[in-house]
């Protein structure tokens, strides 16, 4: 499975953005899939994540209520909705996968075989 992330950008404090995974391969509906970001100086971390059947969701403490997280299995597509940006927000974002079954999502970056390469969000003040 190859991962292609893209809607990153600039966008003002309060703004919104939509960041788009494509995912070539059959197994696609079968991967648990986050978004992870990566702030300059710092660890990459998990934002959000989804079960292969959209019936779970996770997030991180600091995006609940603003960032959404879906998939659609027919166009194997994973989105991030990201509304109320702040500039703490502003990161590398990449998409992972990974198809283990005790859990849809892992904190650790070494639990996702799939990577995406990275889109950029910035958040200005």
Request: proline share 2%; net charge positive; hydrophobic share 35%.
């Amino acid at each position: 499975v190859q991962l292609q992330a893209s809607g990153g950008g600039l966008v003002q404090a309060g703004g919104s953005l939509r960041l788009s995974c494509a995912a070539s391969g059959r197994t696609f509906s079968r991967l648990a899939m986050g978004w992870f970001r990566q702030a300059p100086g710092k660890e990459r971390e998990l934002v959000a994540a989804i079960g292969w059947r959209d019936d779970r969701t996770y997030y991180t403490d600091a995006v609940k209520g603003r960032f959404t997280i879906s998939r659609d299995n027919a166009k194997n597509q994973v989105y991030l909705q990201m509304n109320t940006l702040i500039p703490e927000d502003t990161a590398v974002y990449y998409c992972a996968g990974h198809n283990k079954s005790i859990s849809f999502y892992y904190p650790e970056m070494t639990r996702y075989e799939y990577w995406g390469q990275g889109t950029l969000v910035t958040v200005s003040s």
